[in-house]
């Protein structure tokens, strides 16, 4: 992060914003006591955003405010120890939790009373974690009843905040797992007392009963069974349970296990968007949306594209300067492709209509019979009846700029499925996963590449949370995960493949794309299924994460 | 992230290496592949005055025979070791023992002079030299001299190199038919330090019973520590499943290993009683496949 003061326009410019550089902005402004007029911030590139970077955290006001003070340029560096010692930790999170079923398996009610973690004092984030645990618990299931409690306490750690399907991963543990022991409690199928007990798909809009951050949870679409039927085949389930009976190499022990779940997408409810035009057919696009390493711009190019009806190749994405960009909420809590994909369609098909109807005009034809390319505008199967670029932007000073907002109170709930078939070696506490596969219906998608792409990113996240991945202190509160050698990242050597199945089986209506978010799907429920195989594996209830290799040996009993 | 203050030098002979030592003794580190120096002096957690830097001593590398032994010069490189067709026909514990250590851009710099000098108890070569009962040649201005591995090794990161000595080269005796060697580790991720392991030689009569074990543990205790007492049990044994599992409980017996974040004492013996077993068993195994 670097920080100038300009003297001249008293006014100070810092660079290295993330994820969210409008929301950050005015905080500055109000603590600076500036008006945000006097603030500018710009989004650099990262590799990832992880759900910790971001935020605004003591060094965003204290550099800018050393940059005033001083009147020179400031930059912070950050080591990775400083880094690992300050950044947002999240979630720990202990929960008492109890379900009643009948014998038949049917679930009807769900009762729990957790603490959760916050740290020294309250950050931005600090409450997001547990608001989000205790709206979500309940997940895909009916239940007659539910009740949830929560206390966040603060304690001497470093301050908490959102990590990668913040509160989710943490609950889909919870609720996967309690699942998993009624079921073995009753002698039932796991998968079959999940099927009965899933909201039908009759029952959407489903209205949770909870809310978040005053939203209330209302579940916007979905097919919950049908996806459940779809990944069972796809990955064959009856298979990876006949793989689970087979004999394993040594002393390893086998285990299958799935975890259903809800994820959220959105809102922070507004995203902005402006899409220019100029003579020359060169579109772009500012969006108040940013860029975390997701492929926003290439999502939202092709939204642009496909709605104005201009190649993506002439279209340029603009995003994360306070300055060029009036207004944006940012990208997190995966809301980027939903509110910034459904402004860009707004104003595309806005510039669209503006640029047909001054060409109907023109030529005298009905907007329905025009084609547009980057040369102008031409009546379908006509082209020497065209009218340039040139003359229909000529009134706009050569430049046609159309503006959008667009607004949505609701959140998005995409849902999803993670099946994992693991080996347990007791003699070591070693765990491997054999499989995992990831089932996930987001509405629609955009570009199943980058869909993919956050799956499988989502996934080694979750598999760091699931296996490695600790800060842990000493007595005295000193941290002890201080580098990457101690606090362990998962490499392509920790992570296997992961089989995916996208559905697109219940579009959102919250939105004219009819996406939800897909940001974090791949990271909720790994630990669920994985502590759920694991279980089963080694016969026991696994009740807490991460899975490091003594806690295993001492669920093994060896 | 960055290291303290320090001179530098990069003599290119054995003979001004040995000048520099003998001129600034215990202000001074050598600094061979950097593998684990450097990050030390990156964290700090190492703050030498001055790198005698012996990178340019060609001399110095090398894997040769010397009569029926291996002779390893102090600054061969890991990948060296871990290809090495004389390796690999005479001494394959040692491309194994490799092949556990970090990852192939550490295995590419490092060296196994470094890693024997550095004297990690985690470390993958001592617990090997450990096992195979190798010597160390040593000089100084004052002369040279040769150490068995037991007595070279003292401490963590702690050996009986004086401050004016520099490591020469490992010398390993002959491997002799009929043996079975295996080194197996457990470590959380690939390349990560290892949270137990053992280095194992047996050598099996045309009877099948054990003539001599070795049993080498790391991250077992300050230094690479020879299992004896297992070791003289198997002696005269058929190597079965009794036979090394009895072994495996007694190589652990008076451990303890130190606890950390990674894992605490009791499941570190835990872990190498795993590691003892297993590596018993691939190097029967082996034997057997030989005999």
């Given at each position: 992060?670097?920080?100038e ?11 290295g914003?993330?994820?969210i550089?409008?929301?950050?902005k005015k905080?500055?402004?109000q ?5 945000e007029e006097?603030?500018?911030?710009i ?7 992880f759900?910790?970077?971001g935020?605004f955290?003591?060094?965003d006001?204290l550099?800018p405010f ?8 400031v930059?912070?560096?950050?080591d ?9 930790h999240?979630?720990e999170q202990?929960?008492?939790c ?12 769900l ?11 309250v950050?931005t984030?600090?409450?997001t974690?547990p608001?989000?645990?205790v709206?979500?618990?309940?997940g895909?299931y ?5 009740r949830?409690?929560y206390r966040s306490?603060?304690?001497?750690k470093?301050?908490g ?9 943490e609950?889909?543990?919870v ?6 022991i009624?079921?073995r409690?009753?002698?039932l ?6 099927r009965?007990?899933?909201?039908g798909?009759e ?6 009963g909870t ?5 209330p ?8 069974p049908l996806?459940?039927?779809?990944a ?9 349970k ?9 002393a ?7 975890g ?12 902005y ?5 100029n003579e020359?057919?060169?579109v772009?696009v500012?969006?108040?949306s ?7 711009e ?5 939204v ?8 993506y190749?002439?279209i340029?994405?603009?995003h994360?300067?306070?300055e060029t ?10 809301r980027a ?5 459904a402004?860009?369609?707004g104003?595309?098909?806005a510039l ?5 109807d001054a060409?109907?005009e ?18 379908a199967?006509?082209?020497?009846r ?8 000529k009134?706009h ?9 667009f607004v949505?109170?609701l959140?998005g709930?995409?849902?999803g ?7 347990v070696d ?5 765990i491997?996963v054999?499989?995992f596969?990831?089932a ?16 499988s990113?989502?996934f080694a996240?979750g ?14 509160g000193?941290?002890l995960?201080?580098?990457?050698m101690?606090y362990?990242?998962?490499?392509s ?5 992961v089989?995916?199945?996208v559905t697109?089986?219940?579009p959102?209506p919250?939105?004219?794309l009819?996406v ?5 799907g791949?990271?909720?429920?790994v630990g669920?299924a994985?502590?759920n ?12 994460l ?13 | 992230?960055?290291?303290a ?8 002979t054995?003979d001004?290496a040995?000048?520099l ?5 215990d ?8 593998q684990s120096?450097?990050?030390?002096m990156n ?6 005055g ?7 001593i060609?001399?110095l590398a090398g894997?040769?025979?010397?009569g ?5 010069g ?6 060296d070791?871990?290809r ?8 394959p514990?040692?491309a194994e023992a ?10 590419n710099?490092g ?6 000098a550095h004297?990690?108890?985690a470390?993958e ?6 096992v ?9 201005k004052r002369g040279a001299?040769t150490?068995g591995?037991d007595?070279f ?5 702690t050996?009986?190199?004086a401050?004016?000595?520099l490591?020469?080269s ?9 043996t079975?060697l295996?080194f197996?580790e ?9 949270l ?5 030689m047996?050598?099996?009569a045309r009877?099948?019973r ?6 080498a543990l790391?991250?077992a205790g300050?230094?690479?520590v020879?299992a004896?007492?297992?070791?003289a ?13 009895a ?5 652990v ?5 130190t606890?950390?974040?990674h ?9 190498l009683?795993t590691?003892t ?13 030989k005999?």
């Open positions: 992060m670097l920080a003061y300009d003297p001249r326009r008293n006014s100070v410019t810092v660079w914003a993330a994820k550089p409008h929301v950050n905080i500055l402004a603590l600076l006591g500036w008006n006097q603030v500018r911030l989004e650099l590139h990262v590799g990832g955003g759900g910790a970077r935020e955290y003591p060094e006001f550099i050393a940059a005033i003070r001083t009147g020179k340029p930059a912070w560096v950050e990775r120890e400083e880094n690992l010692r300050a950044t947002n999240s979630r202990v929960h008492r109890r379900m009643a079923v009948k014998k038949n398996g049917t679930f009807l009610a009762t729990d009373t957790f603490l959760n973690n916050t740290g020294a004092y950050r984030h600090g409450m974690v608001g989000l645990s709206s979500m618990l309940p895909p009916r239940w007659p009843a539910y949830g409690e306490v603060v304690t001497n470093t301050p905040g959102t990590y990668r399907s913040p509160g989710r991963f609950i889909n543990l609720r996967e797992r309690l699942v998993d009624a079921a409690r009753l002698g199928d796991p998968v079959e007392v999940r009965i007990n899933l909201i798909r029952s959407f809009p489903h209205d949770v809310l978040y951050d005053g939203h949870v209302i579940y916007d679409s979905g097919d919950y996806l459940l039927d779809k069972l085949k796809s990955f064959d389930w009856e298979g990876m006949r793989w689970r009976e087979e004999p394993a190499a040594g390893l022990k086998r285990g299958v296990g799935i259903y779940f809800v994820e959220k997408a959105g809102p922070a409810e507004r995203e968007a402006r899409i220019e035009l020359k057919g060169d772009f500012y969006t108040g940013v860029s975390v390493g997701q492929g926003v290439t999502v939202l190019a092709q642009c594209a496909s709605h104005l009806g201009l190649p190749e002439r340029t994405v603009l994360g300067d306070t960009i009036p207004e944006g909420m940012g990208a997190f809590g995966s492709t939903m509110l910034g994909g402004a860009v369609m104003a595309s098909e669209r209509e503006q640029l047909l060409a109907a023109e030529l005298e034809a009905a907007p329905a019979d025009l084609v547009l390319t980057p040369e102008g505008v031409s009546v199967g006509a082209p020497s065209m009218v340039p670029l040139s003359t229909l932007l009134p000073g050569g430049v046609l700029k159309v503006e959008d907002r949505c109170d959140l709930f995409p849902y499925i993670h099946f994992a078939a693991v080996e007791p003699g070591s506490g070693a491997h054999r499989r596969a990831v996930y219906d987001v509405g629609r998608v955009v570009n199943p590449m980058l869909m993919e792409g956050q799956i990113g989502g996240q598999i760091g949370g699931t296996l490695l991945e600790e800060f842990s202190f000493d007595a005295s000193q941290p995960a201080a580098s990457f101690d362990l990242l998962p490499t050597e920790e992570v296997p493949d089989e995916m199945l697109e089986d219940a959102s919250l939105n004219p009819g939800k978010g897909a940001g974090e791949g990271t909720a429920a669920a994985i502590a195989a694991v279980s089963d594996a080694l016969g026991v209830e696994v009740t807490r991460p899975l490091s290799p003594q806690r295993v040996m001492e669920l093994a009993g060896a | 992230m960055k290291p203050l320090f001179e530098y030098d990069d003599p290119a054995v001004a040995l000048d030592l003998a001129r600034y003794g202000e001074c580190k050598v600094l061979a592949g950097g120096l450097v990050p030390l964290f700090r957690l190492a703050r030498p001055r790198l005698i830097d012996i990178n340019r060609d001399s894997i040769k025979r010397e029926r032994s291996l002779s390893i102090a600054m061969t490189r890991h990948v070791v871990e090495s067709e004389e390796v690999a026909r005479g001494w514990l040692l490799i092949g556990w250590v970090g990852h192939s851009q550490i295995r710099r060296t196994v002079g470094g890693s024997v004297a990690d108890p470390a070569l001592p617990a090997a030299f450990a195979l009962d190798a010597k160390f040649h040593i000089q100084s001299r150490l591995w007595q090794f003292v401490a963590e990161f050996t009986s190199l401050p004016d000595e490591l020469i490992v010398e390993v005796p002959p491997i002799e038919a009929g079975g295996a197996v457990y470590a959380r991720r690939h390349g990560d330090f290892a137990g392991g053992a280095a194992v047996v050598n099996v009877d099948g054990c003539e001599k074990a070795s049993i790391l991250s300050p230094a690479p020879r004896r007492n297992a070791e049990m198997l002696a005269g044994r058929k190597l079965d499943e009794a036979a090394i599992g072994a495996a409980d007694e190589a017996r008076d451990l303890h290993p606890s950390d974040l894992g605490s004492s009791e499941y570190r013996v835990k872990l009683r590691m077993e297993r590596g018993l068993r691939t190097a029967a195994e082996r034997a057997a496949g005999t």
